[in-house]
């Protein structure tokens, strides 16, 4: 992004593998709670750099080192259309053909490399 600057557009969104890990899905809504106290990406990456510790109680850990109101934490993790959003991009990505995280799209089409690959890419068609 800091290199390609317009040229490229980051977009997120949740595909959690339930099936491979029990709390993928947990660790979606905890990280769209803690969007609605703007740390979204603090809690992202505490969840994706702690993957191994992730049940529920660590999550509720986490959302307190983040400073987060825990009480609106709570509620919010029962909040339907946190749920109803998870699903939607889930939903969104096994049409679009994502079948793994990370993903990557060019003009709407699924790149299937990792990301140095999409690096590289990027660097030869610069403009």
Same mark, same amino acid.
């Given at each position: 992004?800091?290199?390609?600057?317009?040229?490229?557009?980051?977009?997120?969104?949740?595909?959690?593998?339930?099936?491979?890990?029990?709390?993928?899905?947990?660790?979606?809504?905890?990280?769209?709670?803690?969007?609605?106290?703007?740390?979204?990406?603090?809690?992202?990456?505490?969840?994706?750099?702690?993957?191994?510790?992730? *049940?529920? $109680?660590?999550?509720?850990?986490? =959302? +307190?080192? !983040?400073?987060?109101? /825990?009480? %609106?934490?709570?509620?919010?993790?029962?909040?339907?259309?946190?749920?109803?959003?998870?699903?939607?991009?889930?939903?969104?990505?096994?049409?679009?053909?994502?079948?793994?995280?990370?993903?990557?799209?060019? *003009?709407? $089409?699924?790149?299937?490399?990792? =990301? +140095?690959? !999409?690096?590289?890419? /990027?660097? %030869?068609?610069?403009?």
């Amino acid at each position: 992004m800091s290199e390609f600057g317009s040229q490229v557009k980051f977009v997120f969104r949740n595909f959690p593998l339930s099936e491979m890990h029990q709390f993928a899905k947990p660790a979606a809504l905890a990280a769209e709670a803690a969007a609605l106290q703007g740390k979204f990406w603090e809690m992202h990456d505490a969840i994706y750099e702690n993957q191994e510790y992730l *049940n529920e $109680k660590f999550l509720f850990e986490l =959302a +307190e080192k !983040l400073n987060l109101n /825990l009480p %609106q934490f709570k509620d919010d993790l029962e909040k339907p259309e946190l749920a109803e959003k998870i699903d939607s991009d889930f939903k969104s990505g096994i049409i679009s053909g994502v079948n793994g995280t990370p993903s990557f799209f060019i *003009n709407d $089409k699924k790149f299937n490399g990792g =990301a +140095e690959d !999409l690096l590289q890419l /990027l660097k %030869q068609n610069a403009v």
